[in-house]
């Protein structure tokens, strides 16, 4: 497993929170949020595609991919975060239920 590197989180959580900003922004252009919680709906997506990036982070520390490539897997999976939340969940569900066999 790799040495844990301090600034591949901050990269991570960084690049997460752009890609969570530029998802509200986009939702925020084509009017698809309520104007009165707009706060919130950015704290929101900023959780969430937070939240999807570290598990991309974990999940390329896990499997040993160099940094770069753990980056663009944080920023792709943080820019459809409650997607990739989802299958993540999915998927280990489907592992547990099926006792880790295939």
């Known amino acids: 497993m790799q040495e844990f590197n301090p600034m591949l989180v ?10 969570g900003a530029g998802s509200f922004l ?3 252009r084509t009017q698809r949020q309520n104007r009165e919680w707009w706060f919130m709906e950015l704290f ?8 999807a990036g570290l598990a991309a982070l974990f999940l390329g520390l896990w499997q040993e991919f160099p940094s ?11 820019s459809n975060g409650a997607v990739f939340i989802e299958l993540g ?9 099926t006792g880790g066999s295939k």
Do not use: D, H
């Open 10 to 19: 901050l990269i991570v959580v960084a690049v997460s929170a752009l890609s």
């Open 89 to 97: 969940r999915k998927l280990l569900t489907n592992k547990l239920n």
């Open 44 to 51: 929101s997506e900023l959780v969430i595609a937070c939240t």
């Open 68 to 78: 770069p490539l753990t980056c663009l897997i944080a920023l792709i999976a943080a």
């Open 26 to 28: 986009q939702q925020r």
